[in-house]
């Protein structure tokens, strides 16, 4: 099993603050990493896919990056929507995905 | 625009088979990969197992024994099964579409979910 870790677990912020999540997988993944937003009471949403990618209608403040086992999420200028939970998932090992702990972004 | 919605029963007793059903509008239900996820205080985001349109399946080891997942695709809806619950089964269970690869880079990530169902399993 491919395990994510994700630090920090929470942190707070304000609004306009830059936001940076990382996200560590157990073994080499590639670019197969994807982050999604979660608000209390609602559905995860796809950010971010394939490590960089911006899935359609998601606004370009929110980026990410890396590879291997690696990764990071930045929300530039946090904007009142943006308070949520943030969870990574893997996507390479396709008989088991797995998702980070989530790191908890508030005020 | 696709849109998933979980349904079944919210209460279901210990021992008991939990059964849930996701229903597709606005698209075709004939490809993608579809997929079950469920969210528990104590274990996060647990992903449960998916399946192809044309009925190939792959299910968590940990809930392999136990799940089955379907897919009536003349009727766009797939279904979820899980025998024998137990207490620790209690979840918001969300059904989501799974996607291999996007504009040629594959990622295998779930850009369209349901609003998730609450299941609690007690006598």
């Known amino acids: 099993e491919i395990h994510l870790t994700q630090s920090p677990s929470s942190v707070s912020a304000s609004v306009g603050d830059r936001v940076t999540i990382t996200c560590r997988a157990s073994q080499t993944i590639g670019n197969y990493l994807n982050w999604y937003q979660q608000i209390p009471g609602k559905a995860p949403k796809l950010l971010i896919y394939?490590?960089?990618s911006l899935q359609n209608g998601v606004p370009p403040r929110f980026s990410g990056s890396g590879s291997g086992t690696d990764f990071t999420l930045t929300i530039t200028s946090l904007q009142p929507e943006d308070f949520a939970t943030y969870f990574c998932?893997?996507?390479?090992?396709?008989?088991?995905?797995?998702f980070g702990p989530g790191t908890k972004v508030d005020i | 625009q696709v849109q998933l919605q979980e349904s079944g029963p919210g209460l279901v007793k210990p021992s008991e088979t939990l059964s849930l059903t996701c229903t597709v509008s606005?698209?075709?239900?004939?490809?993608?990969?579809w997929s079950w996820i469920r969210q528990s205080p104590g274990k996060g985001l647990e992903w449960i197992g998916y399946?192809?349109?044309?009925?190939?399946?792959i299910y968590n080891p940990s809930l392999k024994s136990r799940v089955t997942i379907s897919i009536d695709t003349s009727k766009t809806h797939f279904s979820l099964y899980l025998d024998s619950v137990t207490a620790a089964d209690t979840a918001v269970y969300y059904c989501a579409r799974l996607v291999d690869c996007t504009k040629g880079v594959c990622h295998y990530g779930m850009d369209v979910w349901g609003h998730g169902t609450t299941v609690t399993v007690s006598s």
């Open positions: 399946i192809s349109h044309g009925g190939s399946t």
């Open positions: 606005g698209g075709s239900i004939s490809s993608y990969y």
């Open positions: 998932q893997q996507g390479y090992s396709t008989l088991l995905f797995t």
């Open positions: 394939a490590a960089s």
